[in-house]
């Protein structure tokens, strides 16, 4: 029984760019922990259309920026007068750029902190063709100099990728492993009828050069040089405005192109729609380190809704496809989704909170 005269704990969970809807922090942490716990959830983060209604769960959209804006400067003191006006007791962060703030707030309240690391930005910095090389460097000396400046402060870091223990050496013993595996939308069902996803095939999720936006377009026209009624459907957020105006133009001269992008992240249900009316799922990155090693979130949703996988010679994801795509081979289908990582996430946050 629950002591009604004691505190209830409260869970921050922010990001600076990614949305208060975006999928691991609302539809896999926050959705999870307010399930399974009596904690309260806050969720801070970009501001987003659309957001669900939840009794549980508070949304708090702070931030509302270009990615290259002065206004970032400042976000990490609004960042952090929320979670002093909030009172968050474990502060889970996933942005480098709000880190010191999180340490400064740990430091002085004594509040626990969680670094969520879904990306290793140095390899982003270095191996995504988004700076010049002098950029490169400076940039990405200073994303991981304050990665450790901040790395003693965290009671634990969650990341995303097996491969990221290996990569990221200021994470000592206190890692903790969360994949980016499928949270099963319940009101989405898996659909029996397949003719009206014939000649059909999606990109979708982030749209841009560096995650195989030619790769797919050169795919694409080779498939349609070959089959006349063949669709390409892409779906999701085009950060880069270079990416977002060349689709544009080529539209016109692409009649077996549909477009369904923004500059925006676009809700997670709507790349889904799309996704569940097409035969084939696109993963064409190009060949490059900071990808070898990563499994993206639409590989299992891929799996999970029977898409088939159109992939590069990326030999991790293929083991993967490989393995799900034969049932008589295919020992234990729940390592696709998010249920371990739920209980996981949560007996942390019971520890940490002494529950």
Not at 9 to 17: E, F
Not at 317 to 337: N, R
Request: hydrophobic share 40%; glycine share 4%; with cysteine.
């Amino acid at each position: 029984m629950v002591n009604s005269n004691k505190k209830q704990v409260v869970i921050g969970i922010s990001s600076l760019l990614k949305p208060v809807n975006d999928v691991r922090m609302y539809e896999k942490f926050a959705l999870g922990i307010a399930k399974h716990t009596d904690f309260s959830v806050e969720v801070i983060g970009f501001a987003s259309d659309k957001l669900p209604e939840t009794s549980k769960i508070k949304f708090h959209s702070l931030f509302s920026f270009q990615r290259l804006s002065w206004k970032r400067l400042l976000a990490g003191l609004d960042f952090y007068k929320k979670i002093l006006q909030l009172k968050v007791d474990v502060s889970i962060c996933n942005s480098t750029d709000l880190q010191l703030f999180n340490s400064i707030y740990r430091i002085i309240f004594g509040k626990k902190i969680i670094y969520d690391i879904r990306e290793n930005y140095l390899y982003n910095i270095f191996y995504l063709d988004n700076f010049s090389w002098f950029l490169k460097g400076s940039l990405g000396c200073l994303y991981r100099m304050k990665e450790w400046l901040v790395s003693g402060w965290n009671s634990c870091f969650f990341i995303a990728e097996r491969s990221y223990k290996r990569q990221l050496p200021f994470l000592g013993n206190k890692s903790i492993l969360l994949e980016n595996k499928l949270a099963i939308d319940s009101s989405v069902a898996l659909l029996k009828d397949k003719n009206h996803r014939a000649n059909r095939a999606i990109v979708c999720g982030t749209i841009s050069k560096g995650y195989g936006l030619y790769q797919v377009l050169k795919w694409a026209e080779e498939q349609y040089a070959q089959n006349k009624s063949f669709k390409l459907v892409i779906s999701g957020m085009c950060p880069l405005e270079s990416d977002f105006i060349y689709l544009g133009n080529i539209l016109a001269s692409a009649s077996f192109i549909e477009l369904n992008i923004s500059r925006k992240p676009k809700p997670h249900r709507e790349i889904l729609d799309d996704l569940l009316r097409c035969e084939k799922g696109l993963l064409l990155y190009p060949e490059n380190k900071g990808f070898v090693e990563c499994v993206p979130t639409k590989l299992y949703e891929f799996l999970h809704y029977q898409v088939d996988i159109v992939s590069g010679r990326n030999l991790f994801w293929c083991k993967l496809v490989e393995l799900y795509s034969y049932p008589l081979f295919a020992k234990d289908y729940s390592d696709l989704y998010w249920d371990n990582e739920i209980y996981l996430l949560n007996k942390v946050l019971m520890n940490i909170t002494n529950l």
